[in-house]
């Protein structure tokens, strides 16, 4: 795929999406070891059901990678100038995460020509998870 240019994209056309495989136990262990986040709510049952909740569910962070690979399979790591993410609900076991994102505006930053990206995850029910935005520079 071809690297977006500021000329060639306009806004409201979208990135391409990542369709994601349901959550499973093995991607929040795989997860936690890779990150280092080993909080134990979202990979032992028993600490899950105390506080509250049916079962484990995905480290928000892990959410806010799978957006970043929106964004890095889209244009590259190094024009990435800012990223950001509000959770806005969990991610449980078997959900099956589709994130995406939209050119929101075209402007210049800091002596770049860049673009707003929105992005959005949400599971196969239509429920948004995590809702960002994304400065990327295009020559």
Do not use: Y
């Not at 795929?1 to 806004?11: G, H, I, L, N, Y």
């Amino acid at each position: 795929m071809t690297s977006p240019t500021f000329d060639s994209v306009q806004v409201g056309d979208a990135l391409p999406p990542l369709q994601l495989p349901a959550v499973t136990r093995t991607a929040l262990a795989l997860f936690a070891g890779a990150s280092g986040d080993h909080n134990p709510i979202h990979i032992d049952t028993d600490v899950a059901r105390r506080a509250g909740m049916p079962d484990v569910f995905a480290q928000g962070m892990l959410g806010m990678a799978w957006l970043g690979r929106v964004l890095t399979g889209w244009a590259p790591q190094g024009r990435l100038r800012r990223f950001d993410a509000r959770f806005q609900g969990i991610t449980h076991l078997g959900n099956a995460m589709r994130c995406s994102g939209t050119v929101a505006e075209k402007l210049e930053h800091e002596g770049e020509r860049c673009v707003r990206i929105e992005l959005q995850s949400a599971n196969q029910f239509g429920q948004t998870k995590i809702v960002g935005e994304a400065l990327v520079a295009l020559p």
